[in-house]
């Protein structure tokens, strides 16, 4: 599966939209409490972001130090997992 490529950006400060520009909007958040909808456009924005470093550092983690690193990189792996299916 491929998602929209990043960065994304956040816009409209009321009712927050989430995408590469304003003519493609990948998430809108609505219907949060007071506070909590920027907060939660923020960590949509970042997805892209956070994908492709959980990705380099599985990578960095399984060929450069040679091991699986236990149960954090079992978590990363269901992360990336769940992000790309």
């Known amino acids: 599966m491929k998602h929209t490529e990043g960065p994304w950006h956040v816009w409209n400060e009321q ?3 989430v995408g590469p520009t304003h003519n493609c ?3 809108g958040v609505f219907a949060c409490p ?3 909808q ?3 456009a923020r960590l949509i924005a970042a997805a892209p972001d ?3 470093h959980l990705k380099h550092m599985g990578w960095l983690v399984e060929t450069e130090l040679k091991e699986d690193g236990g149960h954090i990189m079992q978590g990363a792996k ?3 997992a769940k992000a790309t299916e």
């Open 15 to 17: 009712y927050p939209r």
């Open 25 to 27: 909007t990948v998430a």
């Open 34 to 36: 007071s506070g909590d």
């Open 38 to 40: 920027q907060a939660n």
């Open 50 to 52: 956070l994908l492709a």
């Open 78 to 80: 269901d992360a990336i």
